[in-house]
């Protein structure tokens, strides 16, 4: 039988990217996004082995909705990509307390309690994967919330490993490096400061070129199949080598 998998934030860039990939290996997706339009796009684009259900990842309202409609439509689920987020570029003078607060709602604090509320429907062995960042590591000038959300993501990724063995739920971490997708577009950065961050990672990352969302999906898929049984906490850093500089 296909393994169940939810990713939030399924509708666009890294999350799209892994729908497709696993839809095309024969799982079931479920994406979640705020919105409708896009949900509705990326369904029509994933076929009919993907689901898609309109959930803010900030509101825990929203997340025990969520799980209570695939509880009733979908059952139990194999794994769990805890993918939405957001980033927004500003410096550390000018990120104010509403900017503080949807970030780490959003790629923190929701992301937390996704998995906390998703832990009833998913089965034993499964998998969680939370999406992080070489922001984690690796210094960028204008993120200071962003990588303090990503930080206090990953850290948690030991703890639950622990407390959640029981259930056996294993819970590891994707670090992608700087990635082409919309995200750059929607942080407020200027057309010229995005080229100039594409090419600066395409010219010095091994690879040379710049990380795709298609390069992540094979090793999302790994992660949640039972071939990574045996890992827990890994961190898989997904950057084209860029941080070895
Ligand atoms: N691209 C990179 O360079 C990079 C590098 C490292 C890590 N990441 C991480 O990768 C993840 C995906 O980013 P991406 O680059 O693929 O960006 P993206 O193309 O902007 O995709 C973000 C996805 O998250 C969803 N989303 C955002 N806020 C949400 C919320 N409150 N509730 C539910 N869904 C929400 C978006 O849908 P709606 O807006 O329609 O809700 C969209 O589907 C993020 O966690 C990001 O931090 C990205």
Known sequence: MSKIIVITGGTSGIGLACAKYLVNNNYQVIITGRNEMNLKLAIEELGVNAFGYKSDASSLKEID???????????????????????KSFSFEDTNEALFDETMNINFKGAFFTVQKFIPILRNPS?????????????????SVYTASKAAL????????????P??????????????????????MT???IDGLLQHFSKTSPIGRIVQ???????????????????RNEKIVIDGGSTLF
Not at 156 to 164: A, G, H, M, W, Y
Not at 167 to 188: A, D, L
């Open 127 to 143: 998998s969680v994967v939370l999406n992080t960042s070489i922001a984690v590591f690796k210094t960028f000038v204008n993120t």
């Open 154 to 165: 990953e850290s948690v990724s030991k703890v639950l490993n622990i407390e959640l063995a």
């Open 65 to 87: 909705h969520l799980v209570n409609q695939i509880k009733e439509n979908h059952g139990i689920i194999d794994g769990l990509f805890v993918n939405a987020g957001i980033f």
């Open 213 to 231: 969302p298609t390069d992540i999906a094979p090793i999302l898929e790994f992660l949640v199949s039972d071939r990574s049984l045996v890992l």
């Open 167 to 188: 259930k056996g739920i294993r819970v590891n971490v994707i670090s992608p490096g700087v990635t082409e997708t919309p995200i750059q577009k929607k942080s407020g």
């Open 191 to 193: 057309d010229e400061a």
